[in-house]
């Protein structure tokens, strides 16, 4: 008696015989259409509507011209509801990409592979690639929180030019020197953590972490931890957070050796051009303002007040 | 052209036949075959899962045709039908069955096509990851997303049904080779 596999194994190879003879085989094209399609429909999940735009004004065009779109079917490219929600069929492709504030640039990289092919580490060369010497090979931070509108026939490194294109742009428009375009990144990147909202706030937090900088006091937060820790993502012990790293910000002083997230260009105009004062302390409080202190005695109490039982302490 | 698009290539024109066989047994046609075929390359490429080498984009197209072809199922089992619909499939075959092609396999696999046919997709699908791939139990439930007590029942109900037919099959357990370290994909 026949073993089922050995009969199933017949099967496979019956089919495989037969696979010369599909239209598959003789052309794909209907496979790439779709994956195009489906990249950029994909991608743009947030931006529907540019697309539609897009769409609308290229299949007016071609009503213009009288050109005939070509057909999208092929004899075997199944329809229903396998097929990708296409809001138009014509041949420009717009990917948008999104970033997120905060996010990180494995995740952008992340993006950027899926819409143009290839790995999430080849992604991550592009950008670094794309980047000028002084983000010392870090691509962190240097991708600004937005929406990116990208030509998807375009390659993995143009886009990532794309996507670095507005810091470069934000830190040459503020007059940033070049040697301190890195801090300023960095420094944006954790103003954005630190200060979600408003341009004076992050401006005053922008100065009251340079002021302690040029002080040499240690930064004293908790985001470059949080961010080194990814305690965004999983939760961490109270001793999970006492680690030797460079990120840990009330062990060491200076800023962090990265950037933590990508920042606003809201955030990366603070960091370049502070507000002035003499801050040396700041407070942020639940309902989300931030309070700002030159003594220590003065935040002391407000943090008691704010967080009662916690001791006046940072 | 991009890299994916030239992967796409490359494994169509080296593993095309391959991976055609593998939706020629689930499905037993081939046009239902090419179709799962397709829509398991969209998915596969889409998702920008096929530009890690020819080998990677091998491993998640099987895995993607399987999940279609599951999918497929549960799709048809959605869609309102229509009385025709019914008809057409004739009142008591399950929804999946499709006649199959004539074909120069032996008697016997082409018998047990036809009686692999009756079954629902994933009783289908867990009896040809079991037989034809080899697969334990539980790499059949990683395979699938579900859990291993499910795949069992499946295993025994599609096993079971296919002895009812009295086939010249042997359908004794697979002698299970245990798995390398790694997952195939």
Redesign the interface.
């Known amino acids: 008696m026949n073993s089922a596999h050995d009969l199933m194994e017949q099967l496979r190879v019956e089919g495989a015989s037969r696979y010369a003879g599909t239209a598959l085989a003789a052309d794909h094209s209907g496979v790439t259409r779709r994956v195009r399609r489906g990249r950029a429909v994909r991608t743009s999940a947030l931006s529907v509507a540019g697309v539609v735009a897009a769409g609308a004004a290229v299949f007016g065009a071609s009503q213009i011209l009288g050109s005939v779109a070509e057909p999208i079917a092929t004899p075997t490219a199944p329809s229903g509801p396998t097929s990708a929600p296409s809001v138009s069929d014509s041949p420009v492709e717009i990917a948008t990409i999104s970033v997120h504030k905060q996010e990180r640039i494995e995740d952008i990289a992340t993006d950027l592979a899926a819409t143009f092919g290839g790995t999430q580490q080849e992604a991550l060369d592009a950008i670094t690639q794309s980047l000028p010497e002084e983000a010392k090979g870090n691509p962190e931070g240097w991708v600004a929180v937005g929406d990116y509108s990208l030509d998807a026939t375009s390659t993995l490194r143009e886009g990532a030019v794309q996507l670095v294109a507005p810091v470069l742009k934000a830190l040459e428009a503020a007059g940033v020197p070049r040697e301190k375009w890195n801090d300023t990144v960095i420094l944006a990147s954790i103003v954005q953590q630190e200060a979600p909202a408003g341009h004076s706030q992050q401006s005053a937090v922008a100065r009251v972490l340079l002021n302690r900088l040029d002080a040499e006091m240690p930064l004293q937060l908790e985001s470059p931890l949080a961010y080194f820790l990814r305690a965004d993502e999983r939760v961490i012990s109270d001793d999970g957070w006492a680690v030797d790293t460079p990120y840990n910000t009330y062990m060491y002083n200076g800023l962090p050796p990265s950037a933590i997230g990508a920042p606003t260009q809201e955030a990366l105009e603070a960091a370049a051009d502070p507000a002035d004062g003499d801050w040396m302390f700041f407070l942020r409080k639940k309902d989300g303002n931030v309070l700002f202190f030159t003594n220590y005695e003065e935040f002391a109490v407000a943090v008691d007040e704010e967080f009662p039982g916690t001791g006046a302490s940072e | 052209m ?4 030239r992967t ?2 490359t494994l ?1 024109r080296e593993r ?3 991976l ?6 689930l499905t037993g046609s ?2 239902n ?3 799962l ?3 398991a ?2 998915r596969t ?4 899962r096929g ?2 080498g020819i080998d990677s984009a091998h491993a998640y197209v099987k895995r993607a045709i399987t999940s279609a072809f599951i999918d ?1 199922g549960r ?1 048809a089992a959605a ?1 309102p039908r229509t009385v025709s619909d019914a008809v057409l499939e004739g009142a008591t075959a399950p929804s999946q069955a499709t006649t199959p092609d004539h ?4 008697d ?2 082409t018998d ?2 036809a009686a692999l046919l009756t079954l629902p997709p994933r009783e289908r699908a867990c ?2 990851l079991h ?2 791939e ?1 697969l334990p139990v539980a790499r059949i439930a990683d395979e699938l997303g579900l859990a291993v007590g499910t795949v069992k029942r499946y295993l025994a109900d599609g096993v079971g049904r296919l002895r009812e037919q009295n086939l ?5 357990p ?1 002698p299970t080779i245990p798995v390398t370290e790694g997952r195939q994909r």
Do not use: H, I, K
């Open positions: 991009s890299e994916w698009s796409l290539d169509l095309g036949p391959a055609f066989g593998y939706a020629y047994v081939v046009p075959a090419e179709d075929l397709q829509d390359l969209v490429f889409r998702s920008g530009s890690r497929s799709r869609r074909a120069p396999a032996s016997t696999a047990l096509q009896v040809v037989y034809l080899d010249a099959v042997d359908l004794s697979t």
